[in-house]
């Protein structure tokens, strides 16, 4: 049996909460829609927080229709359903068009399925060990960006040197040799870190967290705990005090680290096994 506690939360300074978490059934998932820079096109009249919405409601009708497919599988079927979702106003081969990550877990009775899709990762007490697993491409490639960025001209115009490095990670999305994430291609799926493990047994899986960036930046970037810590925190005082921790840290520490965007919003999601 599973026991399900979330809490998900708007950066402070944006309207519109862009991440999404849900549970249908015997699954639980969290997405983190892609945020668009002012003065971006999508090609796209609805936005991110309307696509993490239907992609949602589009993996839950899938693994309702095909209970024994596997989660790749399913989350394929969604995003081809979001596709038509869209409608004929929107330019679905456009570069900027709407994206999110994913995390899924689902309860299969003596076992767990798991699928991570870009950077939003999933933490697991194992028998007692913590393993993490994450989806690094998105970094791998930001880093590369960074070099490929240091070998063109320098501009001092910062809102130049955005626009360019924006436009370049969108040439990487959904590529090979870039990285992955729910957009509009089905295929992206198939490349999402996916797994099995026990429910039962000295290797049973007893928690597991589910993050967005906005979260999990709590100790990849702000280094409050490991992650073994998170996952206490989040077991002994709720998802919820996750969430406050980081806003605690970015407000403490966004200036001297000058991040771009200072807030984000953050998503945490527990599960209990017994
Ligand atoms: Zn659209």
Redesign the pocket.
């Known amino acids: 049996m599973m026991q399900v506690w979330s809490a998900s939360e708007a950066a402070p300074d944006r309207l519109e909460n862009e991440d999404h978490v849900f549970r249908f059934g015997p699954l639980v998932g969290v997405l983190d829609g892609a945020t668009v820079p002012d003065g971006f096109d999508t090609g ?3 936005g991110p927080a309307w696509y993490v919405r239907h992609l949602a409601a589009r993996i839950g009708l899938a693994v309702a229709a095909r209970p024994a497919a596997t989660l790749m599988s399913s989350l394929a079927a969604a995003i081809l359903a979001v596709r038509a979702d ?1 409608g004929d106003d ?1 330019d679905l081969d456009h570069p900027g068009t ?1 994206s999110a990550t994913v995390c899924l877990l689902r309860d299969g009775g003596d076992h767990v399925d798991y699928l991570v899709l870009c950077d939003s990762p999933l933490v697991l007490d194992v028998g007692g060990a913590v393993r993490v697993i994450s989806d690094d491409r998105l970094d791998t490639a930001l880093a590369e960006l960074r070099r490929v960025a240091e070998t063109v001209p320098p501009t001092d115009d910062p809102v130049t040197r955005f626009r360019r490095a924006v436009a370049v990670q969108r040439e990487r999305m959904n590529r090979t040799h870039g990285y992955w994430v729910a957009a509009t291609d089905p295929d992206a799926a198939y490349h999402a870190v996916t797994g099995t493990l026990p429910l039962t047994g000295a290797g049973a899986v007893r928690r597991a967290v589910l993050l967005t960036d906005g979260a999990s930046c709590a100790v990849e970037q702000f280094g409050l705990f490991d992650w073994a810590g998170l996952l206490d925190l989040v077991s002994r005082d709720g998802p919820d005090a996750l969430v406050s921790r980081v806003r605690a840290a970015e407000q403490d520490r966004g200036d001297r680290l000058r991040r771009r965007k200072r807030h984000d919003d953050a998503t945490v999601v527990l599960c209990r096994f017994r």
């Open positions: 796209c009249v609805h869209h929107c709407p």
